[in-house]
């Protein structure tokens, strides 16, 4: 009797230990000893991360989970421990794991429209919630979010609902400007800077209706006045993913919101050839003009002309130039970016934008150099190239001086000799606050 009035006491001190914050995993449950200590140290603000997490109330159930991909039923019985410290990319992140049981319709949403909907009803909302608690963390270099969703669709003249998995990484000054930014072009510099992407691939959000390239949806010749989103609701029905098998279940009914229409559907950016020849000839008289008037400041190789060419999905208008920089003996490749816009690109921007005012017709601009140190003939740095490739809604913001030149940089692509690197101008130039 004394035996299994231990084991009896023992099993309720464990269970008791493991539901005493139920949003948060038991730091004993994480292998890394740094992450397994950080979970100990902030245990009572992951605590209180985790009441605020119980009261966001989005349009549809949504749970947290060690799992993903669960049917609802299995998911009110799983673990719904997801709170933790982890790493990306060889940094801390705060992560957040869940299950939100919207299901969206295929032929009236593409992914970004799903992917932006996840975002605003569930990843803002959490955001809202860790950032103010942890912004001041100096351990917490990023928030980490996995969150699944649904899709309804057919394949094959049946309905099939399968799940689709959301990951948003964004660092912690961007979170930090998204959330506490009032200018609606500083906050999406900063949702710029996320790592999103949707079943392994990688979109871009716009918080303002759909960027000119993305793909838009496949949709009937007169698309209906609104969308919808349907969630599961009510018990279980036999289900069937795109592999063909029939696993888990699909709602026996389904309830509709109405939400507002979106903006009317942008065609694919065009990055053909022939699209990129008729746009260069369209602007030619441009393109001589800023040359011609800022070669002296700008260092233009002469041999390649300003030319819009295809990245990304989009068209970039990109400018050859070279960079020459002050003798700096010992300055690593990344510090020597970091002066190629100080020194040379940020001068180039609001002039040559002044240029080109139709914003429609391209994406963004690249800005292609190579560089050169002064009195160093054939020094290493005439080897790097360093290439950087703005979006115009970020590049705009500069020009109007609402934001500055990190937040355009974090905004867009920096590649070195072909690679495409982070760059912190500050950290790259040694500290200095330039």
């Not at 231990?6 to 992450?35: C, G, H, M, R």
């Not at 049917?71 to 990319?89: G, H, L, P, V």
């Not at 233009?300 to 970039?316: E, M, Q």
């Amino acid at each position: 009797m004394r035996l299994n009035s231990w084991l009896l006491i023992t099993a309720s001190v464990l269970f008791s230990f493991v539901n005493a914050y139920p949003q948060v995993l038991a730091p004993n449950e994480i292998k890394d000893p740094e992450l397994r200590a950080l979970q100990q140290q902030y245990l009572d603000d992951l605590k209180a991360l985790g009441e605020d997490v119980r009261t966001i109330q989005p349009d549809y159930p949504f749970y947290l989970s060690r799992k993903l991909d669960l049917d609802e039923q299995q998911q009110k019985a799983a673990d719904q421990r997801s709170i933790r410290f982890d790493r990306y990319k060889g940094k801390t992140v705060l992560e957040i794991t869940g299950n939100y049981y919207a299901a969206y319709p295929a032929d009236k949403m593409v992914l970004e429209q799903r992917a932006k909907q996840t975002f605003d009803s569930i990843v803002m909302p959490l955001l809202k919630a860790a950032v103010p608690r942890f912004q001041r963390n100096s351990d917490v270099k990023a928030y980490a979010f996995e969150i699944s969703h649904h899709v309804i669709g057919k394949a094959m003249g049946v309905t099939m609902e399968r799940p689709e998995n959301l990951v948003v990484v964004l660092p912690q000054q961007a979170a930090i400007r998204l959330l506490g930014a009032t200018d609606e072009n500083v906050q999406q510099a900063a949702l710029l800077q996320a790592e999103i992407y949707l079943n392994g691939d990688p979109v871009t959000l716009w918080l303002k209706g759909e960027d000119r390239h993305l793909a838009a949806a496949t949709r009937t010749t007169d698309p209906p006045a609104s969308s919808s989103v349907e969630v599961a609701a009510g018990g279980q029905q036999d289900k069937q993913e795109d592999k063909g098998s029939s696993e888990g279940a699909v709602a026996q009914a389904a309830l509709a919101k109405t939400v507002k229409p979106a903006d009317p559907p942008v065609p694919v950016r065009d990055t053909s050839a022939q699209a990129l020849a008729s746009l260069q000839a369209a602007n030619q008289e441009a393109l001589a003009a800023t040359v011609k008037e800022l070669d002296a400041k700008a260092h233009f190789v002469p041999y390649a002309a300003p030319a819009f060419i295809a990245f990304r999905k989009g068209i970039y208008l990109e400018f050859s130039l070279n960079t020459t920089l002050p003798e700096a003996p010992g300055g690593s490749r990344y510090r020597l970016a970091a002066l190629a816009f100080d020194e040379h690109i940020a001068h180039l921007i609001r002039p040559m934008l002044g240029y080109f005012k139709d914003d429609s017709q391209f994406d963004g601009v690249s800005f292609s150099t190579t560089l050169h140190l002064s009195g160093k003939t054939g020094s290493p740095a005439s080897s790097e190239a360093v290439e950087f490739f703005f979006p115009l809604s970020a590049l705009r913001c500069y020009e109007r001086y609402d934001c500055t030149g990190q937040q355009l940089i974090d905004a867009g692509t920096v590649l070195i000799n072909g690679e495409r690197i982070g760059l912190d101008l500050q950290i790259a130039e040694g500290g200095s606050a330039r």
